[in-house]
């Protein structure tokens, strides 16, 4: 199974505030970066079903990663979506990647390394 990675520039801000909150998806710890895996081997990613499923777990993944629910500082809130924003822009090339595999038939199974760093 191939493995995608995706990198989120985050604030040491969130890492504090994230280890705390509640994880969807499974939270692991690579180097001083936590990460969420987000499979997709359960998946058809060539319907437009499988595609938009990947893309909510992804979200998911990243808001986890990235926001925080409670009410915080204007700067912090900054930072946060900026964390968001570009682990967006990076997870969208990773799952276009991943499309273009499973249409081209080369993987049936994978996943995308969410991390915060």
């Given at each position: 199974?191939?493995?995608?990675?995706?990198t989120?520039?985050?604030?040491?801000?969130?890492?504090?505030?994230?280890?705390?909150?509640?994880?969807?998806?499974?939270?692991?710890?690579?180097?001083?970066?936590?990460?969420?895996?987000?499979?997709?081997?359960?998946?058809?990613?060539?319907?437009?079903?499988?595609?938009?499923?990947?893309?909510?777990?992804?979200?998911?993944?990243?808001?986890?990663?990235?926001?925080?629910?409670?009410?915080?500082?204007?700067?912090?809130?900054?930072?946060?979506?900026?964390?968001?924003?570009?682990?967006?822009?990076?997870?969208?090339?990773?799952?276009?990647?991943?499309?273009?595999?499973?249409?081209s038939?080369?993987?049936?199974?994978?996943?995308?390394?969410?991390?915060?760093?």
């Amino acid at each position: 199974m191939q493995t995608l990675r995706m990198t989120i520039a985050a604030a040491g801000i969130f890492l504090a505030a994230s280890e705390g909150r509640a994880q969807m998806s499974p939270v692991l710890v690579e180097g001083i970066a936590p990460t969420a895996r987000v499979s997709y081997a359960d998946l058809d990613l060539r319907s437009p079903a499988g595609r938009l499923t990947l893309n909510r777990r992804v979200t998911d993944a990243a808001a986890n990663l990235c926001l925080d629910n409670q009410r915080v500082p204007l700067e912090q809130f900054s930072a946060q979506r900026q964390c968001y924003s570009a682990a967006m822009s990076r997870a969208r090339i990773d799952i276009q990647e991943a499309v273009a595999r499973a249409s081209s038939r080369l993987a049936s199974r994978g996943a995308i390394l969410v991390a915060a760093k």
